[in-house]
């Protein structure tokens, strides 16, 4: 298993060059660049600006120094925020989003989880027809929706929490429901999936047949076998409640890297850029590794290739 | 899925009395299906309203009245107007338009891209499709939010560009399922049959293997539409899609959030606009795979 881990690390180098690569020649190639029209500065500046951040060399030159210096671990400077190095950013703002991530993992596994076993006991029954009902709310109504209504009905009508900020524990709530509740909906219907089909399966009669009891036959036997669709999608879903909290962030006002990444886009900020893409996909990479290593566990029958 | 293709050899069913095809048996089965009528129903209506918009919309989308500012749903105004005195019910017809020509080509563009690309390397085999498979691996692990973002900010914010951008990133899963359909077809007999008879690759895949993969893609795509959408108006909200004064319910609903605490209806209206459609496309989807006995995919 140590050799398959390894030779999956390494099979991420490439992935990460074709990526870079890509994004790279992507942001130069458009129109524009960080220092623009907008801000007033010579072209004697210009010409030292560029100079420092080696924008003057020619683009292939800038590409080869730039994979470079990300071998060696250093992602370069910031255009737009010269107080730090990228790589400074990223440490500063990644830690919140990664909090609300996993507040927002917590709140999609607990709901989700809960409502799809739930569902999948009595299929075609309330039980079930209402967990779904509420699941496909969730995937229907936008976090974007959903935030806002919530910040309306439970802080500025009842005044029960913050409307925004990212200080005391009662901050935290209604961020993390606003981006947990989609991912719930989505667990909810898989782990209802995932459960029907085990429960309809030999070993779960035979486990009715020996006499446990229905707890012990779900949470025991079946639960096991049923949560493996739910395992699979946690690599995208987590990757997704890390990196995809741009609206989240905007709406509660959260210093996480999900908003420094919409602003360092608009202001053309390369090196923070691919930085930025560099750090998310490494980090989907990491979770994709996980999945496919948790579903091995859960999964005897799942080879390592 | 195979018996979709029927070889011409087979005797063909008498005129007026036309065998349980794959296809009429789905189409009993969505009618049982209440929830997906009435989703493709309202989406109907939804395509005429949109289509019909410039004629029956009270006002233009962009006919200001500062005097009057915002006020509240009245029968002036059905939904309200927005801070500049505008419409809020006509704009939320013209979003709409957006919304539906958004999700429906940028799906197209998926769908193209998509199914061409995993039928080729499903049919294909070999070193080409690991290859080509591996790009797709590589492309999934793109952060795709972020990568619309950059193609967005940066190749400008038009409308074309906006779902050129959203169906670039759309295609993968379309090609995963694709070629797995196609590969598993490969097996079957009436495609050694097409061997056999000495047909040109390229006809063996455009007529034979893609026909009958369409269960799969149409279920698919439908439930594509409502992440377009949403895509669309995840962009807009950001303020990176449809810019003012066009309208989108992405950016209503962004200036329905700025003022909400005083004048709900802003918010209220484009949200019940986007999520009824969104429920519409997903339970049409949902029905439709049910109907087309569709395994579900990963996602």
Known sequence: MLKYIIRRLLGFVPTLFVIATIVFFLIRLAPGGPFDADRNVSDEVLRNLEAYYRLDAPLHEQYFRYLWD????????????????????????????????????????????????????????????????????????????????????????????????????????????????????????????????????????????????????????????????????????TAGLITGSFVVENIFQIPGLGSEFVGAALHRDYTMILGTVLFFAALILLFNLLVDLAQAWLDPRVRYE | MSDAHRPEQDAPPAAGERGASLWRDALVRLRRNHLAVAGLVVLFALLVVSLLTPWIAPYGYEEQDLALGAVPPDSAHWFGTDLLGRDLFTRVLYGGRISLLVGFAATGVSLCVGVLYGAFAGYLGGRTDALMMRFVDILYSLPFVIFVII???????????????????????????????????????????????????????????????????????????????????????????????????????????????????????????LSITLFSLNFLGDGLRDALDVRASKD
């Open chain 2, 151 to 273: 193609l967005t900010v940066y190749f400008g914010r038009n409308i074309v560009l906006l779902f050129m951008a959203i169906g670039a990133v759309e295609w993968l899963t379309m090609a995963r399922i694709v070629r797995g359909q196609v590969m598993s077809l490969r097996q079957k007999e009436f495609i050694e049959a097409t061997t056999v008879m000495g047909l040109p690759r390229r006809r063996v895949l455009l007529w034979h293997l893609i026909p009958n993969t369409l269960g799969p893609i149409i279920v698919y795509a439908t439930l594509t539409v409502p992440r377009v959408m949403l895509m669309e108006a995840f962009l807009s909200y950001l303020g990176l899609g449809v810019q003012a004064p066009m309208s989108s319910w992405g950016l209503l609903i962004n200036e329905g959030v700025q003022t909400m605490e005083n004048r709900p209806w802003m918010l209220i209206f484009p949200s019940l606009a």
């Open chain 1, 70 to 237: 990300v071998l060696h671990g250093d992602l370069g400077p910031s255009f737009e925020k010269p107080s730090r190095t990228v790589s400074e950013w990223i440490a500063y703002r990644f830690p919140v989003s990664l909090e609300l991530g996993l507040y927002g993992l917590a709140v999609a596994l607990v709901l989700g989880l809960c409502a799809g076993i739930t569902a999948s006991l009595r299929p075609n029954t309330l039980t079930d027809h209402g967990p779904m009902t509420f699941a496909m709310a969730g995937i229907c109504i936008p976090n974007f929706v959903l935030g806002p209504l919530l910040v309306l009905a439970l802080s500025i009508h009842l005044g029960w929490l913050p409307v925004s900020g990212w200080e005391y524990p009662e901050d935290k709530i209604l961020p993390a429901i606003t981006l947990g509740v989609p991912y719930a909906a989505y667990i909810a219907r898989l782990s209802r999936g995932g459960m029907l089909e085990v429960l309809s399966q030999d070993f779960i009669r035979t486990a009715r047949a020996k006499g446990l009891s229905e707890a012990r036959v779900v949470l025991r036997h079946a639960l096991r076998g049923g949560i493996q669709p739910v395992v699979a999608f946690l690599g995208p879903a």
